[in-house]
């Protein structure tokens, strides 16, 4: 089990109307890099196939925000690793079963007179735990969001400053998720 | 990987499971149940820790442990020596009644306490996967328990 980052080309799930892609980043339109850069977990895979060319590594495979709870569907995910080099990232033994977020107090990180700012505050979770991380678009070289699960009981969103020991998130070049393109 | 520590407030079970909260309970836990612990100004950790993190209809319940941040990244990086644990299981939960060897995988160890008065049994609650809990008495010491698994 680890983590690791890809380029996601295609996330289609239920619960954010499979809206994590924009259209701008799905398309790869105004400049941008097709696709959106994520840091997934190989213990939420299942069903992985191989989509690769001799050119083009891709593939395809269904992934669980909280594989613990019947309660949730899978997501189709596309991304472009080719099928070998994700089953080498299931072989990957991490550093460490802990990760230390700096979760950023009310997912707020200017502060304003109703959320004054705050230090963060360190946070120990298990690996295991982590769903996904996706880049803060208003700040991407300092911020992210973690996604991770309490148990099979609930799914947690919270905004981190960035983690060293992660992979950095900050080679796209899109904007904001809320960037359609021109239609 | 299980660990031995000092509870001094489990917000579980209208909180019985640590009666006295200055003195704290002695338990054996595992890391696999923990999320989110942090450092409390007085250096005792906070977290929440799951009965069983298998089952949706199980949350978190806030307890505090005698432990540092840095001993619990310890154990969830331990390795154990193995995955199952072998334990004298009483029969009906009778101490008067004879025994006999059950494995659990440690995936599944909830938590364990010893026995009131006889510290060489223990209870132990293991999860039957996202399904149910289940509390047997032992005749194994939390000790003997833990180095099983070292």
Not at chain 2, 71 to 99: E, F, W
Request: hydrophobic share 40%.
């Amino acid at each position: 089990m680890s983590l690791f980052v890809t380029r996601v080309l295609e996330w289609e799930d239920e619960r954010d109307s499979s809206n994590r892609i924009s259209m701008m980043e799905d398309r790869g339109i105004g400049g941008s890099i097709q696709g959106r850069y994520f840091i997934l977990n190989t213990n939420r895979i299942v069903d992985l196939l191989d989509l690769s060319t001799l050119a083009v590594p891709k593939s395809e495979f269904k992934y669980f925000d909280n594989p613990f709870d019947r309660r949730e569907r899978y997501s189709r995910v596309v991304c472009d690793h080719s099928a070998a080099q994700i089953i080498a990232h299931f072989d990957d033994v991490p550093a460490s079963q802990a990760v230390t977020l700096p979760i950023v107090p009310h997912n707020q990180p200017w502060g304003s007179p109703y959320t004054p700012l705050r230090p963060t505050v360190n946070t120990v979770v298990g690996i295991w735990a982590i769903a996904y991380v996706d880049r803060y678009n208003p700040d991407p070289n300092h911020y992210v969001w973690v996604c991770y699960t309490k148990g099979a009981f609930k799914r947690v969103e919270v905004l981190c400053t960035i983690d060293i020991g992660w992979p950095t998130l900050t080679s796209t070049t899109t904007t904001t998720s809320r960037d359609q393109g021109p239609v | 990987m299980l660990f031995p520590d000092v509870v001094m407030k489990w917000q579980a079970d209208s909180w019985v499971r640590v009666p006295n909260q200055t003195t704290g309970a002695i338990y054996l836990l595992n890391t696999n149940r923990v999320d989110s612990v942090r450092e409390l100004p007085n250096h005792d950790i906070s977290l929440y820790y799951f009965d069983n993190p298998y089952d949706h209809r199980d949350n978190g319940h806030y307890m505090v442990i005698n432990s540092t941040l840095a001993m619990m990244i310890a154990a969830m990086d331990y390795a154990p020596g193995t995955l199952t644990l072998t334990v004298a299981h009483y029969l009906n939960d009778d101490r008067t009644l004879a025994t006999s060897n059950l494995t659990i995988p440690i995936a599944d160890f909830a938590y364990a306490w010893a026995q009131t008065n006889h510290a060489t049994n223990s209870w132990i609650v293991y999860a039957d996967k996202g399904w149910d809990m289940t509390r047997i008495l032992v005749n194994n010491s939390l000790a003997n328990l833990l180095f099983q698994v070292l």
